[in-house]
């Protein structure tokens, strides 16, 4: 398929247009995106890339020896087959799972983060089979934001949480109002490229510029200096990392000291103020959390820590609390601290003042408030109980049967049998990827959805080849975004990929619920009678929508009403009695009698200072494994913006030149990464940036097990994390840090075998 019109289409880094070119695409982002994201480059010349997977894949130990555990996992060959083949063979190997052992024994992982698209959406399209079938274990929440999405209700309450998550006070609202925004964690903007979904309109960076310019001040509490951008005007705080709730403390003391604090607000919008404020006093463990005592613990002077909480107790101040403080051990403690902090300032509820969560995470946080709901596949329902938080996958794995806390209960480990995964890469996400390997040797069988193949696709027992975005029509919109797409298919798809749908159709049929799963509708059906059910709802609610031929035509349908002026809690603000939240309260909880009562040493009843289990000892530099700038996750890393950003092949770790001249290391040499998790080489690349003491390694380089070197040889940071979650509240993901040693490479560097397909070898159907 060659076209001379380029066509517009959608990644959850924003929308592009493409035309084919050859064995390439030209891309160019959208014309209505002001500022686009670099990471389209990255789709140019991956598309059809060695790494692509051409035909269904079957492990040959699986086609030899059937079903069952097995070590070769992840270092077997692979033999292509037909796709009748692939899918007759798997077809009766769920049926046998579930006849034997039961729906819960299929455990549905898609994450979440395959292409995007309101119809294939590749976790939508899984849950929908697996549900036809008669259900699955699921996970819950995110690695992104998998502790706070617990705590916040016990704080909040459920309503106050999902304003929060939902997006928070809008970006035009702090642009006009807010004074100084304290960002814990920073406020990195190249996150804000990605949203689930994609953003046709990227704009964060000039509401930034638009505030500064206006006077507003940032200061950036973070161990990495572009935290902060460069275009916007502010301060660095280089903290030690994991210890941003000792300086939160430190700033409550101050303000309860010098009676800088809003006792009026407290006492009207809060529950449990005195209870925690006796511990930040000392009266509970005989230690005040004073700017002297936190000043050793996060490395800011006690001086400054007290002029800051002057400062913030002076103007309008919004507290921002990144994603990322989350991702760490006790991640719980320092949501729950910032809320704490914003609350003795007393502005929560005002205009560009109060708390704000994930700004420099994501796109869709203070964007546009959608009034109404989006096109969607419907998933209907699973009747099997069972669940793990995301991030427990080896656990589950490894410990079938044994007991879990979570979230005030009790929960146990089912026996997984069978793995779907369709959609994401628990290779990249997970932590401690050589238990993460031992992990997935343990089921009967696993079965991935993959355009590519990953270090996900290399541990499965059947890989189907499936469509990227541009081989595939569709609908794009991402929460808050201003416009809905048409996704036009601008190429034919590479070997013999098919679409999520299509493969789960087939499926179907040969396990009797075909008609349940398709409704009689082909993809292209699909997308027009999600849009037009959708068209229906919208002239319920008043608002005309273009019937779908319109729409396609045109490529953009601007959406109506979208609202920019939320501020968080402003109902609550306004009237707390007609506007409770809905905690056991109806107010802000700084103490949470239920927390506490579930009797967790590692999240009590209120935000507290719990020292990390593991802290530096000689020669150990703390690694931060941040989001890559480079690319979305590990997604197209062999794209060409991900590879320019590489240092001989490998994924780069930035040192400060002290700590490298210390061991002998200097730009571009490459190094071994090690602690006793695992190890991994990367590309040193010096910088003042970081902290003294600090190392920064970002995560999404593809894992390559293949040189008895090192557990990676391509530099992924998840090899060094350790597979343990934040608390028994949440169990969320703490792959944020880890303790390393850095030294010089001295022997041969190994060669990369990352985007290399494995070994295949092709079978013909009447071999099969």
């Known amino acids: ?65 059937g079903p ?24 009766g190997e769920l049926d046998r799972v579930r006849t034997e052992h039961g729906n819960s024994a299929i455990y549905g992982g898609s994450y979440g983060w395959a292409s995007a698209g309101r119809f294939h959406h590749a976790q939508s399209q899984l849950r929908r089979f697996l549900n036809c ?90 161990p990495l200096r572009d935290d902060l951008p460069e275009q916007v005007s502010g301060e660095w705080y280089p903290i030690v990392p994991g210890s941003d709730v000792a300086a939160m403390l430190a700033l409550t003391w101050t303000l309860d000291d010098e009676n800088l604090a809003d006792r009026a607000f407290l006492d ?23 700017p002297e005592w936190a000043a050793p613990l996060c490395g800011i002077e006690a001086g400054q820590l007290r002029a800051l909480a002057r400062r913030m107790a002076s103007r309008r101040t919004l507290i921002h609390v990144s994603w990322s403080l989350q991702r760490t051990e006790y991640g719980e403690q320092p949501v729950w601290a910032g809320i704490a902090l914003a609350a003795m300032l007393g502005q929560l509820g005002l205009p560009g003042g109060g708390f704000g969560h994930g700004y420099s995470s994501m ?87 993959e355009p590519y193949w990953t270090g996900t696709a290399r541990h499965a027992d059947f890989v189907l080849p499936v469509t990227t975005t541009v081989e595939r029509d569709d609908l794009g919109v991402g929460r808050g975004d201003s416009h809905l797409l048409a996704m036009k298919q601008v190429t034919a798809p590479v070997g013999e990929a098919r679409s999520d749908y299509d493969i789960f159709a087939g499926l179907a049929q040969r396990l009797r619920v075909g008609e349940k799963f398709t409704e009689g509708r082909s993809a292209a059906d699909w997308i027009v009678h999600l849009y037009s059910r959708w068209r229906e709802r919208m002239a319920s609610r008043r608002r005309e929508i273009p ?77 931060i494994a941040n989001q890559p700038a480079a690319r979305l996750h590990s997604q197209l890393d062999m794209g060409a913006h991900s590879q320019a950003s590489k240092v ?76 343990r979650g934040t608390s028994r509240l949440a169990q969320g993901c703490a792959g944020q840090h880890a303790l390393v040693e850095v030294e010089l490479l001295t022997a041969p560097v190994p060669p990369l075998r990352a985007h290399e397909p494995p070994r295949l070898t092709s079978r013909r159907p009447s071999q099969a």
């Open 648 to 723: 001989h092949g490998r994924e780069p770790l930035r040192l400060h030149p002290d700590d490298a001249r210390a061991r002998g290391i200097q730009e571009g040499d490459i190094v071994r990464v090690f602690n006793a998790t695992g190890s991994c080489l990367a590309g040193v690349r010096l910088s003042r940036d970081v902290r003294p003491g600090v190392a920064q390694l970002s995560t999404g380089a593809w894992f390559d097990p293949s040189s008895e070197l090192v557990t990676c040889a391509h530099g992924n940071p998840n090899v060094l994390t350790t597979d």
């Open 133 to 222: 079938i008669g259900g699955y274990t699921r996970s819950v929440n995110t690695y992104s934001h998998g502790a706070s999405v617990v705590v916040l209700p016990h704080i909040l309450g459920g309503s106050g949480a999902r304003e929060v998550m939902a997006g928070g006070t809008s970006w035009p609202v702090i642009a006009r109002n807010t004074d100084l925004l304290v960002a814990f964690g920073g406020i990195r903007t190249t996150n804000t490229w990605v949203a689930p979904g994609g953003h046709t309109r990227h704009t964060i960076l000039s509401h930034l510029e638009e505030a500064t310019a206006r006077g507003m001040r940032v200061v950036s509490v973070s």
């Open 68 to 91: 069952g555990p097995d070590d070769r996992r992840g270092d077997d060959e692979f033999v292509e087959v037909d796709w009748d083949t692939a899918l007759d063979l798997l077809g």
């Open 268 to 290: 009207r919008y809060t529950a449990g103020a005195e209870q925690w404020l006796r511990y930040v006093r000392g009266e509970v463990d005989g230690q005040p959390k004073s």
């Open 363 to 449: 796109a869709d946080v203070g964007s546009a408030v959608t009034p109404y709901p989006l096109p969607s596949l419907p998933q209907g329902h699973n009747p099997v109980p069972d669940f793990i938080p995301v991030a427990r996958v080896s656990d589950m794995l490894l410990h079938p049967g044994e007991e879990f806390d979570y979230d005030g209960g009790r929960y146990t480990y089912p026996h997984t049998r069978l793995v779907y995964w369709s959609g994401g890469n628990p290779f990249h996400h997970h932590q401690d990827l050589r238990r993460l390997r031992r992990a997935f040797r343990t089921p009967d069988t696993v079965v991935v959805h």
């Open 1 to 65: 398929m060659t076209l001379d019109q380029p066509l517009p289409n959608s990644t959850h880094w924003g929308a592009f247009t493409a035309v084919e070119d050859g064995d390439r695409l030209r891309v160019e982002p959208h014309p209505l995106d002001p500022e686009p994201s670099p990471l389209l480059a990255n789709l140019s010349d991956s598309i059809r890339h060695p790494a692509r997977v051409a035909r269904p894949s079957i492990r040959r130990g699986w086609l030899e020896r």
């Open 547 to 623: 019937d779908f031929a319109t729409f396609w035509s045109a490529g953009t349908l601007e959406l109506p009403d979208l609202r920019l002026d939320r501020v968080l809690l402003a109902d609550f603000r306004a009237d707390p009695d007609a506007h409770p939240l809905d905690t056991p309260s109806g107010r802000i909880e700084l103490y949470s009698e239920r927390v506490a009562g579930f009797g967790y040493d590692d999240c009590p009843g209120y935000p507290r200072w719990l020292p990390p289990r593991d802290l530096p000892g000689t020669g150990q530099l703390h690694l």
